[in-house]
């Protein structure tokens, strides 16, 4: 079965610093990769996600993540924290159903906070 | 506007007494699914429909039925609720699955 590890369910960083959301998975078959964004009482944004090709991925809002096949790895970067990154930030691997429809298996989450 | 909403968005009610979730989208997506998220969870899968009268379970199906009798919506049912059942859920749809578009959530408490 897949399944996801989110490092660290708490991470605090300066305003312009770097954003570092570590993200590991285990999966037996080429996955699907996202993360998305929770914001204060609001539903999931999809920020990006890696299917084939690029391993670096870039998404909305400055972030981007790189697919690391030999790590399983697939963290989520930021070079310049803004106060409005502060969020809780999920990752997911999709779990290939029959029929060609995914299912999403998420991490924990990680809670972002950003100080002045 | 694309979409997908909830309604309620907060729902305060009793062991037992039943209650629906209803879940709409506006994209004609075939893809329809209900997960849970509770703190240090993350969210996980109650039951998913791949198109109308076609749905089946999840990781977390036990104490929830659903129906899909429209494209466009999927309602949450809870016959029975318990405290355990006290979440924040979220109903989320795509076409094919390989992104999904999420609703704002209901959060739900059962006393």
């Known amino acids: 079965a897949q399944s996801v590890t989110q490092l660290g369910s708490h991470v605090s960083v300066s305003e312009g610093a770097l954003v570092l959301l570590r993200c590991n998975y285990s999966s037996s078959v080429p996955p699907y990769l996202f993360w998305y964004v929770q914001y204060p009482n609001q539903g999931l944004q999809l920020l990006l996600k890696y299917t084939t090709g690029a391993t670096l991925v870039k998404g909305i809002n400055g972030f981007e993540a790189e697919f690391k096949k030999s790590e399983t790895s697939f963290h989520l970067t930021k070079p310049s924290a803004h106060m409005s990154d502060a969020a809780e930030y999920f990752c997911a691997v999709s779990d290939q159903k029959s029929g060609g429809y995914n299912k999403l298996i998420f991490g924990a989450g990680t809670r972002l906070a950003v100080h002045p | ?111």
């Open chain 2, 1 to 111: 506007e694309a979409q997908v909403t909830q309604n309620p968005r907060y729902l305060i009610t009793v062991t037992g007494k039943k209650l629906t979730v209803t879940c709409s989208q506006n994209m004609n997506h075939e893809y329809m699914s209900w997960y849970r998220q509770d703190p240090g969870l993350g969210l996980r899968q109650i039951y998913y429909s791949m198109n109308v009268e076609v749905t089946d379970k999840g990781d977390v199906p036990e104490g929830y039925k659903v129906s899909r009798k429209e494209k466009r919506n999927f309602p949450l049912i809870l016959e029975s609720p318990s405290p355990n059942q006290t979440s924040l859920y979220f109903c989320a749809s795509s076409f094919k699955g390989v992104a999904q578009y999420f609703g704002p959530g209901t959060r739900l408490t059962v006393l």
